[in-house]
């Protein structure tokens, strides 16, 4: 019901910061909880961050927790992920994600997905 796009990918340095986007068309956006998610070549899909219909409540994966914020604003259809000091570990296809269950960690529980945008972090 959620289409999903990603964008902000890109090659950066260790130590830089990318801030990913998510727009999203559809009417029931609001509606969904929104979540993030990477998978890097020869790995399963790794949950990153989660944020709440009305953006009051977040969870992080321990591997981002500090780095990066998950942020959402309804009035542009669109979720945010900033992503500070990166590091070559982090590289791998982001993909958003839309549950209609309260803050997720497993893909499973997701059916809207984008089609990811690569983020590539060199040494």
């Known amino acids: 019901q959620v289409q999903l796009v990603e964008s902000g990918g890109g090659l950066v340095q260790a130590g830089g910061s990318l801030r990913l986007s998510c727009a999203a068309s559809?009417?029931?956006?609001?509606?969904?909880?929104r979540g993030w998610f990477r998978q890097a070549p020869g790995k399963e899909r790794e949950f990153i961050a989660a944020?709440?219909?009305?953006?009051?409540?977040?969870y992080y994966a321990d591997s981002v927790k500090g780095r990066f914020t998950i942020s959402r604003d309804n009035a542009k259809n669109t979720v945010y992920l900033q992503m500070n000091s990166l590091q070559p570990e982090d590289t791998a296809v982001y993909y958003c994600?839309?549950?209609?269950?309260?803050?997720?960690?497993?893909?499973?529980?997701?059916?809207?997905w984008g089609q990811g945008t690569q983020v590539t972090v060199s040494s």
């Open positions: 994600a839309a549950s209609r269950v309260v803050l997720p960690t497993t893909p499973e529980r997701y059916v809207d």
């Open positions: 559809g009417r029931t956006f609001s509606s969904y909880t």
């Open positions: 944020i709440s219909w009305s953006g009051s409540s977040t």
